[in-house]
């Protein structure tokens, strides 16, 4: 099983162009999840998804979206990319809610000029 | 929403002592609480967990703490290695949200010394 494996590892974007991270976990978990990561903050909720075809916000949805078409994976959308979305973007997927554990992928390092 | 702070942001230790990290919780209904450790350049990944109805559980050299009356748990690493050096995250967790989501603390880089 290769997990919960995000692409790309790492981008420059420039301000305003568009990109998606994808996210693909082969565990057959129903619940993923968007997290960005900026240094002394932890790890902040963008969006999240309880199965295929479903999306919800989290904490910090702003200039983000989301799909689920398919259950294995999550694909995160910079519409137009702000140097404030300069972070570290994880990925992570659960069999359920609260009390399963989270699988994180290895994350995707963007830089936005 | 819950808010979950965690104490201290970094820590250094010498290699063979305990390291000790405390997190405090705001919402009374949390009732999962797991810790996350992050090694460089890695997603983080779970290490140990305690629930509600335990006050402490222990995996070899690592426990977790559960004071529900005070709202805090906290971590305990004894004999320290080089190998435990990195960010660890405590979290919390509701059953009673929507998606029962992690809140997590900012993180503590733990650095052991050999």
């Known amino acids: 099983n290769a997990g919960v494996t995000q692409t790309p590892k790492f981008r420059v974007l420039k301000t305003g162009q568009s990109m998606t991270l994808l996210c693909a976990q082969d565990?057959?978990?129903?619940?993923m999840y968007w997290y960005r990561q900026d240094p002394g903050m932890g790890l902040r909720l963008i969006h999240y998804?309880?199965?295929?075809?479903?999306?919800a916000k989290g904490e910090v949805p702003d200039g983000y979206n989301v799909s689920r078409l398919k259950k294995q994976n999550f694909l995160l959308g910079l519409e137009s990319a702000a140097p404030s979305q300069t972070s570290v973007y994880f990925c992570?997927?659960?069999?359920?809610?609260?009390?399963?554990?989270?699988?994180f992928g290895p994350g995707t390092r963007l830089t936005v000029l | 929403g819950e808010n979950v702070e965690q104490h201290p942001s970094t820590l250094s230790v010498q290699e063979g002592d305990s390291a000790v990290i405390k997190c405090t919780y705001s919402d009374s209904a949390s009732n999962y609480f797991p810790w996350y450790k992050q090694e460089l350049g890695k997603g983080p990944q779970l290490i140990i967990d305690i629930r509600s109805n335990v006050g402490e559980k222990k995996d070899q050299r690592i426990a977790v703490t559960l004071n529900k009356t005070a709202k805090h748990f906290s971590l305990h690493i004894t004999e320290t290695q080089p190998e435990d050096s990195a960010v660890y995250f405590c979290a919390a967790s509701s059953r009673g949200s929507t998606l029962g989501r992690l809140y997590f603390g900012r993180g503590t880089q733990l650095t052991v010394w050999p």
């Open positions: 998804s309880v199965g295929e075809g479903t999306t």
């Open positions: 565990m057959n978990h129903e619940y």
């Open positions: 992570a997927s659960s069999y359920g809610t609260s009390g399963y554990e989270q699988f």
